[in-house]
């Protein structure tokens, strides 16, 4: 896959943690390579669903690193439940993945 | 007459000393002295960095090393590892053990060159070999490749062997006169911030001790956003004290390298790293 | 604007008091003598990037035929040479008093 | 000595002595203005300049480094201005080991600089 999600999902007294790294370049569009500007390439919506409900959506920009790391958590979820993610970027790449929790 | 013959042999002595490079003495005077200033530390955890030194930094890190960031590195390292050159060939057939768990062994001195050779450089030659142009030595598919091989070594004890020949003990001492001699513009060595001041910070960064820090070579660096390979480093550290930096591939980072990485002999492998 | 025309006239007046060939001589004569500086503390292996900018500041304010300019950056890189040629001569020696000793 | 290392050394002395001639109006001068101190100020917390902050606690700095003594109290630690510019201007000389480095002869920071940044220094009280 062009561009992966690396996942881990884990729940402990209830409380479920979820960590994830994205590959995408996130260029900002303002450095410079060669006198040229690279152009803006960012993840604009990233989707965080648990069996399918949205727990959390960011709305990242051109501040955010190269390949991120993400990691949030949230109550309720289960072991075996699903974790999906989702990110749409300003040129309108997509990439999605589902994980079980641990 | 006794007295004077004694003073003779309490002064040839340390002419002696400073004459014949002797690596074994000079890694046991190198790793008592972080001893020293760490007596709690354990020899491998020097490995870890400037995270032995700052708990919040450790913390972070811990935390990334949940999903280390050289992940993507090491994947596509092995994807270039494993492909077939033009001619049938792989860098497997350029390594012993066909180039799983061997990181551990550079930098080896070639006899034939007269030259150090570091894991990158070698790797380049295999290329070369096979009719494949060298790669750049800093960052990119090299870098990669080497954060892959570095990865199966990953626990393997440090063994760089020094032989006991005029050229090898020559780069050698020329490497470590390259870790201790001042130079740039702001008139500082290797030393005055990797051995003199491990865990002192610069600014907001813990200044790593020299002991153990080739063994979490490539890295994944934040600010870099992605690989470097030590010889990146080694530019970097000259830019920041203002001094022109070498050629990736010269004899100085070579030695110096070769001199650096022989300190640490006997702690871990525990690269690929990742640093802020 | 009304800065670019000062600074045409300051460039101006520069031309007017320091065209005269003689001036350009003798600043080519000072750019050689930093270039044969900076070529010994290159093969001495302590080069400061410092001297490199103000080396290379010499050499395009002598393209520019801006024969003051010229030589004060010649001048300087060509001390700062020297510096690092006597830091490197120092450091043979000296290099031994960093070494930890049991 | 090679014929080589007395030329630098002779063409050095002769820089030695334009920058003593540059210190020889330090006594004479006038006392720090605000913009004196301003200037050493940006000169101190900016990594191009000095980065005096790189290593020294000085008030009034984020993220200090801790490798050199904390210049709050300067005034305790060197109570002669002329010591400060000397230790700015080749902390070397005096202490071979000593990893500060030498600003003024390196041609790091100028002279006009240095006592730029002292003003800034000496004006915590």
């Not at chain 4, 630098?8 to 913009?35: D, N, Y």
Request: charged fraction near 20%; include cysteine; charge should be positive.
């Amino acid at each position: 896959m062009a561009n992966p999600i690396l996942v881990r999902a884990q729940t402990a007294h209830g409380v479920t943690t979820v960590a994830c790294l994205v590959k995408h370049p996130m260029d900002s569009g303002f450095v410079k390579k060669a006198g040229k500007l690279i152009p803006p390439h960012y993840i604009e919506v990233i989707e965080f669903t648990h069996n399918g409900k949205t727990v959390l959506t960011g709305f990242w920009g051109p501040a955010v690193s190269r390949n991120p790391f993400f990691s949030f958590a949230f109550k309720g979820g289960k072991k075996g439940d699903t974790v999906g993610i989702a990110w749409v970027d300003n040129k309108g790449e997509r990439a999605a993945v589902s994980a079980k929790i641990a | 007459m006794r007295r004077w013959l004694l003073l003779l042999l309490a002064l040839a002595a340390p002419v002696a000393a400073a004459a014949a490079p002797n690596p074994a003495a000079d890694r046991a005077a190198f790793q008592g002295w972080f001893r020293h200033l760490f007596p709690q530390l354990p020899l491998a955890k020097y490995v870890d960095g400037p995270y032995n030194f700052s708990a919040s930094e450790r913390a972070q890190w811990q935390q990334i090393m949940e999903l280390p960031p050289y992940g993507f590195a090491v994947d596509h390292g092995k994807a270039l590892f494993d492909a077939r050159f033009p001619d049938g060939a792989g860098y497997a057939s350029c390594f012993p053990h066909g180039g799983i768990g061997i990181a551990q062994d550079y930098p080896q001195f070639d006899p034939k060159t007269g030259r150090v050779v570091t894991l990158p450089i070698a790797i380049n030659r295999c290329r070369v070999a096979h009719g494949l142009p060298k790669l750049k030595l800093t960052t990119g598919d090299l870098a990669d490749i080497d954060a892959y091989m570095v990865r199966t070594s990953r626990g393997h004890k440090i063994d760089v062997v020094v032989p006991d020949t005029k050229p090898a003990l020559a780069a050698y001492e020329a490497g470590k006169e390259y870790f201790y001699s001042r130079r740039g513009q702001l008139n500082f060595s290797c030393a005055s911030c990797h051995l003199q001041y491990p865990g002192h910070r610069v600014r907001g960064d813990t200044l790593a001790p020299a002991l153990g820090i080739t063994a979490s070579f490539p890295i994944y660096r934040s600010k870099w956003g992605n690989m470097g390979t030590l010889v990146r480093r080694f530019i970097g550290c000259n830019k920041n004290i203002r001094s022109a930096p070498d050629k990736p591939d010269s004899l100085a980072y070579r030695d110096l390298e070769y001199f650096l990485t022989a300190m640490s002999n006997g702690l871990p492998i525990a690269g690929p790293g990742a640093r802020p | 604007m009304r800065g670019a025309a000062v600074v045409l006239l300051a460039l101006g007046i520069g031309f007017a008091h320091a065209a005269p060939a003689p001036d350009l001589a003798a600043a080519k004569v000072a750019v050689a003598a930093a270039d044969a500086a900076a070529g010994r503390a290159r093969a001495a292996g302590d080069q400061w990037m410092p001297t490199l900018a103000a080396l290379k500041a010499a050499h395009v304010a002598l393209a520019r035929g801006d024969a003051a300019a010229a030589v004060t950056a010649a001048t300087h890189a060509r001390h700062l040479a020297l510096l690092s040629l006597r830091q490197a001569a120092e450091q043979k020696r000296l290099w031994r008093n960093e070494v930890p000793r049991q | 000595m090679t014929g080589k290392g007395g030329c630098v050394k002779h063409e050095l002395r002769i820089l030695a002595l334009a920058a003593l001639c540059s210190l020889v109006p330090l006594a004479a001068r006038a006392a720090p203005t605000a913009a004196d101190i301003a200037a050493g100020r940006k000169i101190a917390f900016t990594k191009t300049l000095g980065n005096c902050i790189a290593c020294h606690v000085i008030p009034g700095g984020a993220q200090p480094g801790n490798i050199g003594p904390n210049l709050t109290h300067i005034r305790v630690l060197v109570p002669h201005r002329k010591d400060a510019y000397a230790i700015i201007f080749d902390e070397p000389a005096r202490k071979p080991q000593t990893p500060m480095p030498p600003f003024g002869r390196n041609h790091i920071l100028t002279p006009a600089q240095i006592r730029q940044v002292i003003a800034f220094l000496y004006s915590h009280k």
